[in-house]
């Protein structure tokens, strides 16, 4: 099996990150290890999945049969809301489903605002990353708000911002914050959760290129320093999705996608602030 060449991108800790992965949001829990088998065997490094997903489970048990050596894995989960309080024991728990002694990435799934207490569970995850059993850490659905405070507060700034980000909704001042403070911009629902972008515009940028429009978003994503994890439950789709980088988008097609943006009327998920 040749496996493709998936740029690295250096999170600021040191610790690398590769840039396009395998997200198994909605995957159903039974399907799980079939899914991310497929994934892996495709060639897909970087799996994504969450303590909410329920499907930790299926993602250890295709990692455990997988074959791969576990330094060439990059593995995240994310800390479920209803956990702040105790991050630490869910954070076990989590790695015992996974099968695993540490992950490469621990995220807080949501700042979850009125429970204020994503300070007091960041300052867990820093343990957490002291002890060694998470590569990194970082955060998800965090608003510049939410980011800010922790960088007032607490010692570690984030490696992570995971976010909705798509061409719909492209989260501009939200990328430079992070841009500005070493937080690499993590996008998930990269094609828009189903929601294709189908502008004449960009269908036109597919065909000068001889790819499809999700190929063409994924390419855009990688280009303007994005990290993107697309999910797909049929293999031959996944393949299509990681054969993105023997293509590159011109200036003027990058300013093109640019100006599809809608702002926050083309958010598809759940506004953070919504979310507790």
Do not use: C
Not at 67 to 87: C, M
Not at 160 to 189: M, P, S
Not at 230 to 249: H, T
Request: glycine share 8%.
């Amino acid at each position: 099996m040749t496996v493709p060449s998936i740029p690295d991108v250096t999170l600021n800790n040191g610790t690398a990150i590769p840039q396009l992965g395998f997200g198994v949001f909605k995957v159903d829990p039974d399907k799980t290890s079939r899914i991310v088998t497929d994934a892996l065997e495709v060639g897909y490094r970087h799996i994504d999945t969450a303590k909410i997903y329920q499907n930790e489970e299926g993602v250890g048990h295709a990692i455990a049969e997988s074959g791969v050596a576990r330094d060439e894995l990059f593995i995240t989960t994310k800390l479920w809301n209803s956990d702040q309080a105790d991050a630490e024991g869910a954070f076990e728990k989590s790695l015992a489903r996974l099968r695993l002694d540490y992950v490469d990435l621990y995220l807080i799934h949501w700042p979850t605002p009125e429970q204020g207490r994503y300070v007091e569970a960041w300052k867990a995850l820093e343990r957490i990353a002291a002890s060694g059993r998470a590569k990194a850490i970082g955060v998800s659905n965090f608003q510049v708000e939410h980011l800010q405070r922790l960088l007032d507060e607490t010692q570690i700034v984030p490696a992570v911002n995971q976010v909705e980000l798509h061409v719909d909704f492209q989260q501009r001042e939200l990328r430079e914050f992070g841009a500005a403070h070493g937080i690499v911009t993590e996008a998930w629902g990269p094609l828009g959760q189903g929601k294709i972008n189908d502008s004449p515009e960009l269908a036109a940028i597919a065909e000068a290129h001889g790819k499809s429009v999700p190929q063409t978003i994924l390419r855009w994503h990688i280009q303007i320093g994005n990290v993107v994890i697309p999910k797909s439950n049929q293999r031959e789709r996944m393949a299509q999705n990681i054969d993105v980088f023997d293509f590159e988008l011109s200036e003027a097609e990058l300013a093109t996608i640019a100006g599809l943006d809608r702002g926050e009327d083309g958010r598809n998920g759940s506004h953070p602030l919504s979310v507790n």
